[in-house]
């Protein structure tokens, strides 16, 4: 079967390449044996790295995905009949199929919000339950930077959450997926909404910002690095070839290529944003922070965009889609999807 053409796609910056930098970071690490599981001179490269960068107690641990990130590190906080507070809207409560129940086998206790942001109230209000031996114990404050609606968290607000979280005996995780993309939008380093902020345990996501296939779980409480090696050998997130996962993250942390990244793909999601501003019917649903526009328009113009681009429904019954742009979306692409959709709007 010949598949359909289509022009740049804006579902999601992992339908992205690669960028040149990483695959010849790759390339380089692709001379010769290694030994296998990390014991190669690229891990070691790249978990000096994250020490430059995120301090130097915080132990980098390179992973094969985002949902087996978040496993790992939240599987080091968590005890059997524990509990996770985050955002409704999580990624770790709707797009990963309950791994979260099932693999780890704790409950989640989501909490509706209208921009995808935990704010302290919200952990403060699922505490009661505490030292009721009825009841599941949070012991786990879970938030994504950048959220599920492409809004980012400030430093401060993130801070908050730590106290607030530390406070009650809790720890606070990051999903870190686009975590380049907020500190590109906020203007301040990896280590700025991560470690100065209370952050015990993040993942710092690499496949959404150029890379081909790397994550990392980045572990910043000292108390729990120890037992990181093990879960995520048990977990399914050891590479045997981690030489080339690693030299991917080495390079997205060499000479800031991570913002780069980040920075070009939040100005592209910018531009489209900006030039909806005439089109009739169509109106941004959530602030524009990051590389995602969330926009409402008529169900018939979606529709015959979808003919020609690739893109998501948010939620089709309200017409709202998600437009995702990438480290490689050129200011072209966005025009020209710009063009498609006033016709569709105007039609």
């Not at 890379?211 to 879960?231: G, H, M, N, R, Y």
């Not at 926009?295 to 889609?321: C, M, N, S």
Request: proline share 5%; glycine share 8%.
């Amino acid at each position: 079967m010949i598949e359909p053409t289509y022009p740049k796609s804006f579902a999601s910056d992992n339908h992205a390449g690669v960028h040149p930098a990483i695959l010849e970071a790759m390339a380089a690490a692709n001379q010769g044996d290694a030994p296998a599981y990390g014991g190669d001179t690229w891990t070691g490269a790249f978990e000096q790295r994250v020490k430059d960068v995120f301090g130097s107690h915080a132990e980098g641990f390179a992973v094969l995905n985002g949902a087996g990130a978040n496993m790992v590190g939240l599987a080091l906080m968590l005890g059997r009949y524990d509990a996770i507070i985050c955002p409704d809207t999580a990624h770790i409560a709707t797009h990963e199929t309950g791994a979260t129940e099932r693999i780890l086998g704790v409950k989640l206790m989501t909490v509706p919000t209208p921009d995808g942001k935990l704010r302290p109230g919200d952990i403060t209000s699922r505490l009661s339950v505490l030292g009721d031996h009825h009841q599941p114990q949070p012991r786990v404050v879970s938030i994504s930077q950048v959220t599920e609606l492409g809004t980012c968290y400030s430093p401060d607000e993130i801070a908050a959450l730590a106290e607030t979280a530390h406070a009650a005996g809790m720890r606070l995780h990051v999903d870190g997926a686009r975590l380049a993309n907020a500190a590109a939008h906020r203007g301040c380093g990896l280590d700025a909404i991560t470690t100065a902020v209370g952050v015990d345990v993040f993942s710092f996501g690499g496949t959404k910002n150029g890379a081909l296939a790397a994550e990392a779980v980045v572990v910043l409480d000292p108390s729990l690095a120890d037992s990181a090696p093990f879960l995520r050998r048990q977990s399914l997130q050891l590479a045997s070839k981690m030489r080339f996962i690693s030299a991917q993250l080495s390079a997205l942390l060499t000479d800031d290529l991570w913002r780069q990244n980040a920075a070009h793909a939040n100005a592209m999601a910018l531009r489209l944003a900006n030039g909806l501003a005439d089109v009739p019917g169509v109106a941004l649903e959530y602030p524009v922070e990051s590389n995602a526009v969330f926009a409402r328009l008529p169900i018939q113009v979606a529709t015959a965009l979808k003919r020609r681009y690739l893109f998501h429904f948010w939620d089709e019954t309200a017409g709202v889609v998600r437009w995702m742009t990438a480290f490689d979306t050129t200011p072209e692409h966005v025009d020209d999807f710009l063009d498609d959709i006033r016709k569709a709007a105007t039609a």
